[in-house]
C-alpha cells in the first residue's frame, strides 16, 4: 500500500477490500494554503485501516518525496473537542475556551502546517489562516532545543521580524540570554504535550506532560498478536497507549481545575482586599509582586491524581529495539528457512543484530511459503502487481 502510493504519480493508494481484493482509492483533491499564504489544491486519500483513520497526501503533488502519512493518535478528538470547547456543546453548555495552543516542532514549515489542516480541518482550536499559523507555529532546526518561552513569545517576535527584517527579535531567548539568569524559569501557567523531554531547554522540562511515543504500526502488531505471543508488558504498553491522550485530556482538566480552585481560593480576596484599601487605585494591572505567588503548572504536574502508564519514558533507541511486530516477523523468516531441528540463525551470524541475523540465514531465493502471514503478504503482491500492470497497459 505504501510503496504504491508513494511511487503513484496520480497518488492514489491501493487498498485491500474486504473479500480480500485490491482496489485502488482516488484521491480527493482539497484546498489549501502554502507558506506564503497561497491557495493550493493538494490530493489527499481518507481511509479507515482496521478501523482507525489513515491519511495520505502530498505536499507538491508532482513530487513523490514529499507524500505524507498521518495516523491520528486513538484520543485526538476527545483532546480536540476538549481544546475547542465542543465538549460542553455537546452537554448542552457555552463553548469555553480554556486553553491557547501553540505547536512547536522540528518538522519543516509546510510539512507542520499541512498536519494540522488534516487533524484540525475545521480550524477550531485557533483560526489557521497563513499568518496566525506563522505566529502560533514555531518550527524550530535540528539540533537546536525547543524553548517554552521562545514558542509563547513567537507571535510577538514573528510580527518584530515582519518590521524589522534581518534583526535579531528581543523576544526571543538566546543561549547567552539565558546564561544570565541565575535562575532560568519558564511559564508558570503554561503545559507541554510531548513524547521526549530531552529535546526542550533545562529550564522548559518541568513543565512537560510526558507521554509514551506513538508507533501505530507496532502497537497494532502487538494488540493482534496478543498478550501472549507478544509478552504481557507489551501488550499492556499498546493499551495504555491507546489511552495516553485521554490522559492528557483528564490531566489538563484538573491541574486548571486546581488552578482555578486556587485563584478563586487565595488570590481573588487578596485582589478584592487590596482594591478596597485602595493600594490599587492608578494601577492599570495588578501587581503579582504584592499577591501570593499561584503554583506553577510545573507543580501541578507533579501532583497530578493522572497515573502515567509503566512503559512511559522508554528511550527511542528502546522503543526501535523493542518492535515486536519486525523482531517476530524476523524469527518467522528464519524458522521457515531453517531445517528440521537446526538453529534458526546459521553459521557465521554470531554477534549480528535479530534483524541481520535473520536475514543472513535466509537463502537467495528461498521461498517463504510456510508461514499463513507470508503466503496472504505473497498473494497481496501478486494482486497489487496485476492491478499495477492492468493500470499501466
Given at each position: ?30 484546498k489549501s494554503r502554502n507558506l506564503q ?52 456543546v455537546r452537554q448542552g453548555g457555552m ?193 503579582f509582586e504584592i499577591l501570593q505567588p ?100
Amino acid at each position: 500500500m505504501v510503496d504504491f502510493y508513494r511511487n503513484d504519480p496520480q497518488c492514489r493508494v491501493l487498498v485491500r477490500d474486504p473479500g480480500g481484493g485490491m482496489s485502488v482509492a482516488e484521491p480527493t483533491w482539497e484546498k489549501s494554503r502554502n507558506l506564503q499564504g497561497e491557495e493550493v489544491m493538494r490530493p489527499v486519500v481518507r481511509l479507515e485501516l482496521n478501523g482507525k483513520p489513515c491519511w495520505f497526501t502530498r505536499i507538491k503533488p508532482e513530487s513523490k518525496s514529499t507524500s505524507m502519512i498521518i495516523r491520528p493518535r486513538a484520543g485526538w478528538r476527545a483532546l480536540k473537542d476538549y481544546l475547542n470547547g465542543m465538549e460542553d456543546v455537546r452537554q448542552g453548555g457555552m463553548r469555553k475556551h480554556r486553553w491557547d495552543v501553540y505547536i512547536c516542532t522540528t518538522a519543516e514549515p509546510e510539512y507542520a502546517v499541512e498536519a494540522w489542516r488534516l487533524l484540525d480541518p475545521e480550524s477550531s482550536i485557533f483560526n489557521r489562516d497563513a499568518e496566525l499559523v506563522n505566529k502560533r507555529m514555531l518550527c524550530v532546526s535540528h539540533p537546536a532545543k525547543k524553548d517554552l518561552l521562545n514558542v509563547l513569545r513567537w507571535e510577538k517576535a514573528y510580527v518584530d521580524m515582519l518590521e524589522h527584517p534581518g534583526q535579531q527579535s528581543p523576544y526571543i531567548v538566546t543561549q547567552e540570554l539565558r546564561a544570565l539568569r541565575s535562575d532560568p524559569q519558564t511559564a508558570a501557567l503554561s503545559v507541554v504535550v510531548d513524547d521526549r523531554l530531552d529535546v526542550w531547554d533545562e529550564a522548559s522540562r518541568k513543565a512537560v506532560l510526558q507521554v509514551m511515543p506513538f508507533h501505530p504500526y507496532k502497537e497494532a502488531a502487538v494488540l493482534d498478536m496478543g498478550p501472549a505471543a507478544a509478552g504481557a508488558d507489551a501488550y499492556q504498553a499498546a493499551q495504555d497507549s491507546e489511552q495516553e491522550l485521554m490522559r492528557v485530556v483528564g490531566t489538563l482538566r484538573e491541574v486548571r481545575s486546581k488552578l482555578y480552585q486556587e485563584l478563586d481560593m487565595y488570590i481573588k480576596p487578596d485582589v478584592h482586599r487590596l482594591v478596597n484599601q485602595g493600594v490599587a487605585e492608578g494601577l492599570h494591572a495588578m501587581p503579582f509582586e504584592i499577591l501570593q505567588p499561584v503554583t506553577s503548572m510545573a507543580m501541578l504536574l507533579a501532583g497530578t491524581a493522572q497515573q502515567p502508564p509503566a512503559a512511559l519514558g522508554q528511550t527511542e533507541k528502546e522503543d526501535r529495539a523493542s518492535d515486536l511486530r519486525l523482531l517476530a516477523n524476523d524469527q518467522t523468516m528464519a524458522r521457515a528457512v531453517a531445517p528440521e531441528g537446526a538453529s534458526a540463525v546459521g553459521p557465521g551470524t554470531t554477534g549480528l543484530s535479530p534483524a541481520a541475523a535473520a536475514a543472513a540465514a535466509v537463502p537467495a531465493g528461498a521461498k517463504l511459503v510456510s508461514d499463513p502471514r507470508k503466503r496472504k503478504a505473497a498473494e497481496a503482491a501478486a494482486a497489487a502487481a496485476a492491478i499495477v500492470a492492468e493500470l499501466q497497459e
